[in-house]
């Protein structure tokens, strides 16, 4: 029995080989990794004792190079290449093909049997991917298909990317491959034995690191515990180390990032080698907030959708990316103002700036100190403040201030309820309306935009597809026009989770209506057992009214002029008030 560990550049290369049926003399283990993620899950998988790993791409090529067990790489064949190239059917130009000879030339073949027109560029190393896509996105391509490492770079430099999914069939080939190379690969790895035996039985986080202050080993408390690795590299560790090496006695120092209080303790371990060990106490543990998060790293999200708004919104979004003051954006839940939010942040600083994502209906005053401190020290990056309608009168206040203290940084507000309507019912601060209102933009729900109902299905199946290794494609035109006639109340989330649900639910390539039909009757007949025992008192008389309209609609299937009757209005009415 072969014991392999496959580590999947993507989750839905994972998901693909869990739902196939193992060989029965390879013990297979998956997880997922990519690059230097995949790389550390490489080398401590050889220390576990795996004799076999199984990867793709430039994955795979480090793994090879950094590890003395057999690495299998699965190759793409041309049923990955057939099935993203029908994820993108329809798309007659912009679309290119970004990969390794072993990659673009059967992709060229095909392209040229099919009659597709993709450009096709050939790369040597993954140094020349950003140059290529970035004259990609001159030229005024807005599709670039490629592996992991394409498709991350396509997202940095606001290109829609689209990933080469392995299939079965792939990893049935890598599958063999490996029981063949298997015979040739028998090497024992003793490697810090001594060390290993110590650090595996001590019950705190440890780490060994040299006068340079670069990991050599870690244990799994280590690796469970310490999440910032970057504290290790902090010059107070470094005066720690030193004093180990000259004195040759055990050493201890304090220190503090935003979320925790570590004493640490560090001991030598080889003299001749510069090699001392740290022993973790973090014994003062401040809890991380679940109002406050950090995100390092934004990708690029494309701006899809054929209504009016979706275009207008691609013409002007500019004026709200190049704008330093405050933004709002209004909206009911569910429209993608969160998803608007971080497009904005990414264009105007780019992949790598800092976003602070508050959250308005859990933060709490003493997550008003941190969120300062953060701040602080960013030099440039934004902060969004989710529901700020739910704040109160003191956190307000509190937020007010912070603004102002803060100018260096992109203020992005997001309410699901108008904050005029708030001011004139006193519930809401007019001074901080003024402040954060100075950009405005008001995202309409779902059933106003119906035209960008199919764009998204679409796109929600291929993000889906790439993250879950499911075989669905696509959806039948007839399909999508029974979606078309719902109400969509919790707007593109709910259609994801019912596209999502879509996906896992049926077997085929292709959604189909009967599908659809049977997913939405079950939300309709939910939805109106919930709504005959419940009915929302909170907001204004006009809101409730709507709400009211609302429930009327969805009983009477939505048939304008039934509910019209039922409400003894008539048709245009009706209209007027859902419009307003």
Same mark, same amino acid.
């Given at each position: ?20 049926? $193992? ?24 220390? !576990? ?25 699965? @190759? ?114 003793? !490697? ?81 080698? %510069? ?20 995100? @390092? ?24 990316? %190049? ?23 990414? !264009?105007?600083?780019? %992949? ?72 004139? $019912? ?88 009967? @599908? ?65």
């Amino acid at each position: 029995m072969i014991k392999a560990l496959l580590i999947a550049p993507y989750s839905g290369l994972a998901e693909t080989a869990r739902k196939m049926k $193992q060989p029965d003399d390879i013990k297979l283990d998956i997880v997922i990794g990519n690059l230097e993620e995949g790389l550390e899950i490489a080398r401590s998988a050889e220390k !576990q004792g795996y004799q076999l790993i199984i990867s793709r791409g430039g994955t795979a090529t480090m793994i090879q190079e950094a590890v003395s067990i057999p690495v299998v790489h699965i @190759d793409i064949t041309g049923y990955d290449m057939l099935r993203v190239f029908t994820l993108l059917r329809g798309m007659e130009s912009g679309v290119a093909l970004v990969g390794y000879a072993n990659i673009s030339e059967g992709a060229n073949t095909l392209c040229n049997i099919l009659e597709f027109d993709v450009k096709m560029i050939t790369i040597r190393s993954s140094s020349e991917v950003r140059a290529h896509l970035e004259q990609l996105k001159e030229d005024n391509y807005s599709v670039v298909i490629g592996d992991v490492i394409t498709v991350q770079v396509a997202e940095e430099v606001g290109l829609r990317g689209v990933l080469i999914t392995s299939g079965k069939e792939a990893l049935m080939d890598a599958f063999e491959e490996g029981r063949r190379i298997y015979g040739y690969f028998r090497k024992l790895n003793y !490697q810090f034995d001594n060390i290993r035996n110590a650090y595996v039985q001590t019950p705190l986080p440890i780490v060994l690191i040299n006068k340079d202050q670069q990991i050599i080993e870690k244990n799994i408390k280590f690796e469970n515990e310490v999440k910032n690795e970057e504290l290790l590299k902090l010059p107070i560790v470094n005066q720690l180390v030193h004093k180990v090496l000259a004195k040759e006695e055990i050493q201890w120092v304090e220190i503090e990032d935003e979320d925790h209080s570590y004493e640490i303790q560090g001991f030598l371990v080889n003299k001749r080698e %510069h090699i001392v060990g740290l022993i973790i106490h973090s014994s003062l543990i401040h809890t991380k907030s679940t109002a406050i998060s950090l995100i @390092d790293n934004v990708n690029h999200v494309p701006l899809i959708g054929e209504s009016d708004f979706a275009y207008r919104l691609r013409e002007n979004i500019n004026q709200y990316v %190049h704008a330093d003051e405050p933004i709002c954006i209004v909206g009911e839940t569910g429209t993608g103002k969160r998803t608007l939010s971080k497009q904005i942040h990414f !264009q105007r600083y780019g %992949h790598d700036a800092p976003l602070v994502i508050v959250e308005g209906k859990q933060v709490t005053e003493s997550d008003v100190e941190t969120i300062a401190r953060k701040l602080k020290r960013m030099d440039k990056g934004s902060v969004i403040l989710t529901n700020v309608q739910s704040l109160s009168e003191t956190m307000q206040i509190s937020f007010n201030q912070l603004i102002y203290t803060n100018s260096h940084i992109k203020v992005i507000v997001l309410s699901n309820r108008s904050l005029e309507n708030m001011v004139n $019912q006193n519930t809401f601060s007019e001074e901080l309306y003024q402040k954060v209102n100075q950009f405005p933009l008001h995202i309409p729900p779902l059933r106003e935009r119906k035209q960008d109902m199919k764009p998204f299905v679409e796109y929600f199946i291929a993000e889906i597809h790439a993250s879950e290794g499911n075989e669905t494609l696509g959806i039948k035109q007839e399909a999508v026009d029974y979606m078309l006639a719902c109400m969509w109340e919790a707007n593109f989330s709910q259609l994801k989770q019912v596209v999502r649900e879509l996906t896992l639910l049926t077997n085929r390539n292709y959604i189909e209506l009967s @599908d659809v039909k049977a997913i939405l009757d079950q939300y309709r007949n939910e939805d109106m057992d919930q709504k005959a025992n419940s009915f929302s008192l909170q907001g204004t008389l006009e809101e409730m009214e709507k709400q009211i309209i609302h429930m009327v609609l969805q009983e009477e299937g939505h048939n304008q002029s039934k509910a019209a009757s039922r409400l003894g209005i008539n048709r245009s009415t009706l209209w007027r008030k859902l419009k307003s």
